[in-house]
């Protein structure tokens, strides 16, 4: 079974300053989707980025942007110019793109301070 | 598009009551999730359907609850008896179909936060 890993519990950055956040994840896939949620104190769920696994390239999303390291199975979102709303949960989750499993594995999540 | 719409947002009920969630996903959405988010364990799938059809329930924790699809624009969870150890946020989330350029993103409600006392 896949699992997800996110290591820090909590994270705090400053206004303006750049901040990354870790996943890693662990499957016997050749093809997956990654994903960044976002879970502000609203309790929505709200989509941040994806990256399909097939894929070399990082994904960008104005200030949000990944670095995808497949063979060190690691995905981790970088996020720049934070802001006071980026304040908020992160959750990474996983996807298999074969068959008929659309279920998403959530990592744990890390909680974001974001100081003015 | 509203989004995925759920119903009610708080839910407070007494152990042994029989509670019910309900969700309406995106229209054209051909799958929806039901999800249950506590501290301890985090974000879990529950069941999902595809097409009102259930595909995966193992994630349901036990015959106490209960989740149908009576058609494309509807789904309800059920709880009955409900037992404070359900007390939780449950989200409901729909995805597109196959063959859609976003096939594999999930697009989440803004969840009901169940507390049984």
């Known amino acids: 079974a896949q699992t997800v890993t996110q290591s820090q519990p909590e994270m705090s950055v400053q206004e303006a300053e750049t901040v990354t956040l870790s996943c890693t994840y662990d499957?016997?896939?050749?093809?997956?989707?990654l994903f960044w949620y976002k879970q502000p104190p609203s309790r929505q769920m709200i989509l941040v980025i994806r990256?399909?696994?097939?894929?070399?390239q990082n994904a960008t999303e104005n200030r949000f942007s990944v670095n995808f390291q497949k063979a060190a199975k690691s995905f981790s979102l970088k996020i720049s110019d934070s802001q006071l709303g980026d304040a908020a949960m992160y959750f990474c989750a996983y996807r298999t793109s074969g068959g008929s499993n659309y279920k998403l594995t959530f990592g744990k999540g890390t909680l974001l301070t974001v100081n003015p | 598009d509203a989004g995925v719409i759920q119903s009610p947002r708080h839910e407070v009920t007494e152990m042994g009551q029989e509670v019910t969630l309900r969700c309406k996903p995106i229209s054209g959405h051909d799958y929806l999730f039901w999800y249950r988010q506590t501290m301890m364990r985090g974000l879990e799938l529950l069941i999902y359907?595809?097409?009102?059809?259930?595909?995966?329930d193992s994630g349901m924790p036990e015959d106490r609850f209960s989740a149908k699809m009576p058609n494309a624009s509807f789904s309800t969870l059920k709880i009955q008896p409900s037992e404070p150890r359900d007390s939780a946020v449950y989200f409901c989330a729909s995805s597109p179909g196959r063959w859609t350029a976003t096939t594999y993103e999930q697009y989440f409600g803004p969840g009901t936060r169940l507390t049984v006392t």
């Open positions: 499957t016997s896939e050749s093809d997956y989707y």
């Open positions: 359907f595809n097409n009102n059809v259930p595909i995966d």
């Open positions: 990256q399909e696994a097939y894929k070399q």
